[in-house]
């Protein structure tokens, strides 16, 4: 994953209902059979950048607080 990217959804249809998936590392654990299709979709997020203070969404101004450059 990219930086400020995070995993948000994991959806596996499988018609078996024997594979998996593991939104905390994601990973999924495929169980292939014959003659069967499996559909994986991750959905990402991106996470907004943040003001040098940490607090709120980067306006990409320099923070009057910590006077740090721009994002």
């Known amino acids: 994953m ?3 990217w995070t995993i948000a959804d994991i959806v596996v249809v499988d ?3 024997t594979s998996t ?4 590392t994601g990973t ?3 169980n292939l ?9 991750y959905q990402n997020t991106e996470q907004p950048h943040l003001d040098c203070c940490h607090k709120n969404p ?3 101004n320099p ?3 910590c006077h740090q450059k721009p994002c």
């Open 33 to 41: 059979q014959a003659n069967t299709h499996i559909t994986i979709i």
């Open 15 to 17: 018609p078996s209902g």
């Open 63 to 65: 923070c009057t607080q």
């Open 2 to 4: 990219q930086a400020r």
């Open 21 to 24: 998936a593991d939104l905390s």
């Open 28 to 30: 999924t654990t495929i």
């Open 58 to 60: 980067c306006q990409c």
